[in-house]
């Protein structure tokens, strides 16, 4: 039975630890509102950059071996995956749903005879793979927007994938990471980059009119133009949507430990009165005794 000096200092310690928790929740709170802006600003954007893409390819003959960007490679032999995760925990379950979404995208594609390549964004991920599957890493970033993510972040993530691309290095590359819902909810998702499906865009009003448009120079010029930016939009969508989920996992999960903490000080503070009083009983039983002794 631990003396009532060890569960003193026990409850000193769990106060500690609450008092961190509390300020790591207020944090995470008051950086989860403007993550969850800019991740809500930028949904329309990608929307309807995919809702342009697909009117542009509507009548276009992906015969144009400028586009393989949209027509892809003619083969699927090799894949690409891109995992979004944080560089830092605290965060619940957070990263580990991002990497069991990763890992049995790995066994399907391994189990049907494809190759697959990781590149990796967040240390958590690329830490928890390596364990595995070091030897599929081609790239692994850490520290992205780490001061203040901006679409330069996502830019630079872009030209490494499709310098890859280009290289030959791979077929398709899906990307997988957490879309926010909620603060108590985030969404695994994952995401095709390469080759763009533009028909993944929200459906347009079928009642509404349908003008015809002239496109200057032509549909393949522009999409020349458009593919390799809606990479960039497409992934700092991500960035955002995985950055407003880190912030509300990590809110939920100090909220849990604050009241966990706050529990078991009162669990402990019950058990040292209990054990105060019982030496205290002991030692007046123990002066009684030796009084009627004498």
Partial sequence: MPSLKDLKNRITSVKSTRKITSAMKMVAASKLRRAQEQAEAARPYASAMARMLKSLAANLQLDDGNLTLLSGTGKDETYLLLIVTSDRGLCGGFNGSVVREARKQIKALQDAGKTVKLF??????????????????????????????????????AGKILALFQAGEFDVCRMVFNRFKSVIAQIVTVDQL????????????????????????????ILQRLLPQNIGVQIYGALLESMAGEQGARMTAMDNATRNAGDMINRLTLQYNRSRQAFITKELIEIISGAEAV
């Fill in 194 to 221: 390469i080759p763009v499906t533009a028909g993944s865009a929200e459906p347009a009003n079928e009642n509404a009119a349908n003008p015809l448009t002239l496109f200057e120079p032509g549909e393949a010029a």
């Fill in 120 to 157: 990796c964004v967040g240390r958590k991920g690329r830490d928890l793979l390596r364990r595995d599957y070091a030897h599929l890493m081609v790239d692994a970033l850490e520290e992205i927007g780490r001061k203040k993510l901006d679409f330069s972040d996502a830019e630079m993530i």
